[in-house]
């Protein structure tokens, strides 16, 4: 894929991993998750991401605690909020056939009129696979798999009735009506694997997020536009992105300028205390002016 660099696909994104919040019960869950998402897009954020897995991730929480399905609870989103992109950081290719996330992810599009955004990974949970039941293949296949989803959710964006046949999945004439509304829908590929998911990320993704300091992220970066050099890419088209953990806006205010001198195009930021709206608003808009 090639063609002109468009604009970022996200500035400045909130995600939001942890869906424990003290004092608010079930059933008032998803309205406090409502509330967030409206204060962020009123309040400098341009895009919305939550993770997606079955159980809570260790470096977030115990893995008892809840955790919502993800496109449900974009879907949800998108019908109480108006401006912000929404996405996975990242959706595990092996939890959904790569048709069927096609169709799903067009769904969200359609419902938030053009919002939505594709953020695909390898996986990596084992124990929540085998919870649930899922395969879970060796890095090697999960890596094949990945490969093989992006060609069939490409192809299902934006063709009529695609048909693939691959090592792991396969489509025949697959219809996917209606269509995304800007024709086709932003890929954000995650990880940082030199060898094989930077390629991808230089072969068919709109968008990586990374991982590390401003020197180790520089190297990922380099390592990069060497793939793109090998398959005739301009790296100017893919926004590159980081995923941060803000405690202090103004401290994480001074450590942006590093990163964006190492060729970050935007921020993903998460906030332990999210649901303090109002420090939520401030770092929003504190983190806005630095990258405006």
């Known amino acids: 894929m090639s063609g002109a660099a468009g604009p970022p696909v996200t ?13 608010v019960p079930d059933n008032r869950l998803f309205e406090t998750l409502a509330g967030i ?14 993770m997606d897995h079955l159980y809570q991730i260790g470096m977030v929480g115990a893995k008892e605690e809840p955790m ?19 996405g996975t950081m990242v959706t595990g290719v092996t939890y959904r056939n790569p048709a069927l996330l096609a169709k799903i992810v067009t769904t ?11 953020g695909l990974g390898a996986a990596w949970n084992d124990e929540e696979h085998a919870g649930y039941g899922y395969e879970f293949p060796s890095a090697g296949e999960r890596l094949d798999r990945l490969e093989e989803a992006l060609q069939i959710c490409r192809a ?17 004439d697959a219809l996917n009506n209606p269509k995304p509304i800007r024709g086709r829908i932003p890929v954000l590929v995650g990880g940082g694997g030199e060898k094989r998911t930077l390629r991808l990320v230089a072969q068919y993704a709109d968008a990586c ?29 893919i926004t590159k992105t980081v995923l941060l953990t803000v405690r202090d ?20 930021v998460n906030m332990p205390d999210v649901n303090d709206l109002d420090r939520l608003a401030s770092t929003g808009e504190t983190l806005r002016k630095v990258l405006d």
């Open 37 to 50: 998402a409206i204060i962020a897009e009123n309040h400098g954020f341009d895009s919305i991401w939550v």
């Open 249 to 268: 806006a103004a401290a994480m205010a001074d450590k942006l300028g590093g990163y964006r001198a190492a060729g970050v195009d935007g921020f993903v």
């Open 156 to 172: 299902m964006f934006t063709e009529a009735a695609p048909s693939f046949t691959g090592r792991h999945y396969r489509i025949r």
């Open 11 to 23: 500035r400045l994104g909130l995600q939001i991993p942890s869906f424990t919040f003290p004092g």
């Open 68 to 86: 919502l399905e993800a496109y449900t609870l974009l879907a949800a989103l998108a019908a109480r909020t108006q401006e912000a992109s929404l």
């Open 209 to 237: 997020n990374l991982f590390g300091d401003p020197g180790q992220v520089r190297h990922k970066l380099d390592v990069l536009e060497r793939h793109c050099a090998d398959v005739g890419r301009d790296p100017a088209e």
């Open 108 to 118: 969200l599009d359609v419902v938030s009129a053009g919002r939505a955004i594709l």
